[in-house]
């Protein structure tokens, strides 16, 4: 029994990882019909970040450094935007080559500035000692995650349903030309779009940090997630991912578990079922 | 299904088309009969062309049935309604602007031989195929450019290889977005008599806002607003009802 | 000057063995199996207009098929190669399926996951691919009783592939069906109006570019006598992506001659340097922004600049 439960604690703290992660590539894509391959690499950046910053001040505040890496990864994803996505505009391909190449970039310079070797991130101390619940005992940094995901689900819910600024999101989303006509600044929001998605994914790497570990390869690891958690969700739909990520998160963890060999396997038969029957995803509004 | 002796060359039946909470088409249904010329008039909105991309497959519609010469078409791509003799031009000119126009033209008509299929042999080896394109220019009055890419060449005569590339294939049905749109004085006149000279086993179907022009053409008119038929009949009698005069100058 | 360009080129394919080193043979022939990749991606890129990331799924399967049937089940290379093609070719026309429900960037999204899944795969069943070790110890096939042990010898074999494999793609493309392939890419709608089968004609490409993917996986494990995950990588996809972006993928032999300069600057590059990752991405960045339709469409413009005058 403590089985099940602990593997159905770890999928649903995969699953809110996930969230942090796919959020912000959902976003993306929805507003940019940018595919952005750059995204692990911002998860990544913000492992990387909470591995040095955690370990360099012990006892650094877990919040702290996932605000900071979020607002530092959305910083070099803001300046990226403006310096090469920009003079794109109406490049599709090359714009996802050049997100490719700068995962790439990022990537390896993690590995020349971070070495070979993976880091693990420390558990926060007030977070390290177990939660009991109902006789059952759960490691609380899970749960805390879950619930950060669920408030960052909220926000962002917030965000783009109940606010001016979500309203002008989702009119360029839904048709860009006349967002422009009515003269939403389009251009000004990609930027910001892009940066609240590379932030978010930073700071979710932060908060996977302690799970996870900072490790080369950590990016590669993490897009296909979340290229499946869209496929399965449904492009630019944040209750796609949102469902998409906990999916996902309870297939790899219990694929993994039961069946290590094939965990990849079972990622891929929801995503060719969702494919084969669905392919705007499972809530997604519009085909690629 | 099999309704073929059906004496219609194109029917549609009760088709119903919503976007969401936005009906387009509405209890739409037309019966024409083969080598007519029916023109379909409406303001802009009423669902013209959204009929056609129904017709033709490029939508699928909620409920009703397209009935080509008897064979019920409703659930087939667009690409199998081409083999049944249906064929179409657009509003937006949609030619291979980089390659020529016999290229344009050859490609239309490999469209629905067997040869599109060979992987082996070049496009060239089927000099049959070419002078049938050349034979098709020259019924345009293009021949001379047919060396040409067409992004080299005026819109009116895109519009006409449009024409050329639709009739190459002899079709049964002809479905005519808008033919006249954007063209001067002198290529409209040169366009017009191209299509008021179309062969009797072609029947011709039109959308048209330019009135003045496009009447000249029809047979038979139906007017279409807020997606639904209102009128539908012979050319002078739709003229002269009261709900078309309704339709265009308001109440 | 048609001539010139291909005495050059011919010269430069037959005389290596002739004069160069090894290693100049050895690169050349390397040069020759980027090549096969390169011009069989190019058929969806370039002529398809189906831009994939998942290339790599073809040539690190090929490879893997022949490595363990000979390897591990003491196949004779003749019967390896001819299942290895098999089943990459059969795996080409599965993943065709799924990958074109999408077009466009879905379409690419897709092929990157499912390769990425291979590649995982690769990787976990350890007890199968050997996991992160990779297979070694293999051998290189002899056919009609020659060994190709030699550089020389081998790259004589690779020249006759790739010969034989730019000629059936040069034919492919330039066929009726390859014409009907160039409309698809340009305007699918008009193409269905007129009776072409879009979906059919993506997918029998998708299957044929597999195919070829395949052939250059099955040379690409005979020359290292060794397969690893890293083959089935996205970073093999986005070189070979890379090397036809950078050669041009408007032309039949631009890919080739991207291929090789990609390939030529990871030899180089890693002799000085070992970030070739951060290189790569560099270059993508510079070739997208700079010169968007590649190297040789670049080049043949300014040749006939400066043969004609001013245009």
Known sequence: MQFWIIQGLNSLSLGGLLFLLSSGFSLIFGLMRLANLTHGAFFMLGTYFAATAMRSYDGLNIWVTALGAGIAVAAIGGLFERLVLTRLKNNQLGQVLVTLGMSFIISDACLMLWGGDSIPVPTPQDLQSPTRVFGFVFPTYRLVLVGCAIAAAILLYVLIERTRLGAMIRAGVDDRQMARAVGIPVSNLFTLVFCLGAGIAGAGGVLGGPILSAYPGLDADMLPLALIVVILGGIGSLLGAFVGSFIIGIIYTFGTALFPELAYIILFLPMIFVIAFRPQGLFGRIGA | ?251 | MKWIGAALLAGSLLLPPIFAGDFYVNLASQILIAAIFALSLNLLVGFGGMTSLGHASYLGVAAYISALLTSRYGFGHGAAAFLSIAGTTAMAAFFGVIALRASGLGFLMITLALSQVLWGLAYRMSNVTNGDNGIAGLTRPSPFGLSLDSPISFYWFALIVATFALAMMTIFVSSAFGSSLKGVRDQPRRMAALGFNPWLIRWFTFVYAGFWGGISGLLYVYYHKYIHPTSLSTTSSAEALLGVIAGGSGTLGGPAVGAALVLLLKNYVSAYLERWNMLLGLVFLLIVLVMPTGIVPGVSRLTARLRGGPR
């Open chain 2, 1 to 251: 299904m099999t309704a073929s002796t059906s004496s219609y060359a194109l029917e549609v039946v009760n088709l119903k088309k919503a976007f969401g909470g936005l009906t387009v088409t509405q209890n739409v249904s037309l019966s024409i009969r083969p080598g007519e010329r029916r023109l379909i008039i409406g303001p802009n909105g009423a669902g013209k062309t959204t009929l056609f991309n129904q017709i033709s497959g490029d939508l699928r519609p909620n409920s009703g049935t397209i009935r080509l010469f008897g064979s019920d078409m409703t659930h087939l791509p667009p690409y199998k309604r081409a083999h049944f003799g249906l064929s179409r031009t657009y509003q937006i000119i949609t030619l291979f602007s980089s390659d020529t126009l016999e290229h344009n033209i050859t490609l239309g008509l490999l469209g629905l031989r067997p040869a599109r299929w060979q992987m082996w042999r070049p496009l060239s080896f089927y000099r049959d195929m070419a002078a049938e394109a050349r034979r098709a220019l020259d019924a345009v009055g293009l021949l001379q450019l047919a060396a040409h890419p067409i992004s080299d060449i005026a819109y009116g005569e895109r519009r006409r290889v449009e024409l050329a590339m639709a009739l190459a294939q002899k079709p049964r049905v002809l479905l005519l977005d808008e033919p006249l749109a954007g063209l001067s004085n002198t290529e409209r006149s040169a366009v017009k008599s191209l299509v008021a000279s179309i062969p009797r086993e072609t029947t011709v179907i039109m959308i048209e806002h330019d009135m003045d022009t496009a009447l000249d053409l029809a047979e038979t008119v139906t007017l279409l607003n807020y997606g639904r038929v209102i009128v539908d009949g012979e050319r002078d009698a739709v003229i002269a009802d009261e709900r078309t005069r309704e339709v265009y100058l308001g109440t």
